[in-house]
C-alpha cells in the first residue's frame, strides 16, 4: 500500500479500512478535520494513523471537564499532508477511562499523565502511571471543576522521599 | 514481698513506688548524704569541670573570631527557582558584585551555611527544598526573597504553591519584592549579617 496523499483520499481509504472507528466529522480552522471517535476504537484508529496515514507525530493530548462528561482531544500532525488532524473522543464524567496511545506515539505519555494528574482520567495500558507535576501521594485533581479551594494543609505531601 | 511498697511521709501522705518483681525496695538516701562529698571525690570532679570550664571559656574567646568569620563569608547555595533567581543572579553579576561581601554562591549544599529561597516553591518541590536544608551543615540561615517565598505571592491561593517557605523550615530574613531587586537581596544579605552578630556576637 502506498501512503497517503491528501486527506480526502486518507479520509476515503481510513473510512474504508477501519470501519466503525469515527462516529461523526466536523470542520474548524486551521486543522484537516475534526473527528469524533467511540472510545474503544482509538487505539486501533491511532495505529492506522500512524501506519497508513502518514500522521507520524502526536503533538498534543488533552483533556477537557465539560461537567456533565469529559473530552479528550489529540492533535496529529503529518508530515506528507501538511497539516493537523484533530481527535475528540468523549467520555463519561464517572470513572472516565480510555486506552493510552503511549504505545502508537511515544510523544504521548508525558501528555496523558499530565491529563491524568490535573483531571484523573485514567489512561489504560499506560506504560508509566505516574502523576507528573503534582507530588505522589497528592489526593486530588486539581483542574476539574469540582475541584475547590483548600488548606494549604490539606495539599500538603507529607512523605519526603517523593 | 509485693511489687509495690509504700512509705508514708511526715505529712500523712502515702507514695505508692512501682517496682519491678523480685526487687527490694531502694534504699531512701538523705539529701545532705548526698551532697556531702569528700575532698577526696571532689578533686577529681573539680577536674573535670575544670575542662569544661576552659573549654567554655575558650570558646567565649573564639566566639567572636568565629561569629566575625562567619558573617563575613555567608555561602549561599547556588540554587534558582524563578524570576527571583535572575536578580540573584544579577547580585552576583558585575554591576552589584555580592561577593565583595564575602557572599559567594556554592554548588553543594555541604558547603554552605545560606539557602536564598529565590522563588515559588511548590509542593513537588517542597521535598527537595526541605532535604537541601537538611544536608547544610550548621550554623545556617535561610533567607526567602520575594513574595512567593516569604508569603506565595499571587499564587497563595493555588492548589500547587507553598504558601510561605517558613511552613517548611525557619526563615531569618524576608525579602519583599516582585522580584526584589539585587539591591533588595545585598540589604537582605547585610540585615542578616547584623543579625547573626546580635544573636551570636
Redesign the interface.
Known sequence: MTAVSSWPEALARLKAEVPDAITGESARPGVLAVLAVPAPSIRRLATWLRDEGTFSHCSLVLGIDWIDHMEVVYHLWSDALKGYLELSVTLPAEDPHVDSLGGVWGGAIWHERETWDLLGIRFDGHPDPRRL???EG?K?H?LRKS?E??E?EE???K???? | MTDTTASTHSAGTTVVTHLHKGDSPAPEVPTEQILAVSAKEFIPLWKENLQGLVNKGMDTLTQPLFNWAGRNSLFPLHLGLACCAIEFAAGFGARWDAERFGVVPRSSPRQCDLLIINGTVTWKFSHKLITLWEQMPEPKWAIAMGNCATGGGPFRTAYSVVPGVDKLFPIDVYIAGCPPRPEAMLDGILRLERLIRERHG
Open positions: 507535576l503534582m507530588p497528592y486530588f486539581p475541584f479551594l483548600r494549604p495539599l500538603e505531601v512523605s519526603r522521599h517523593v
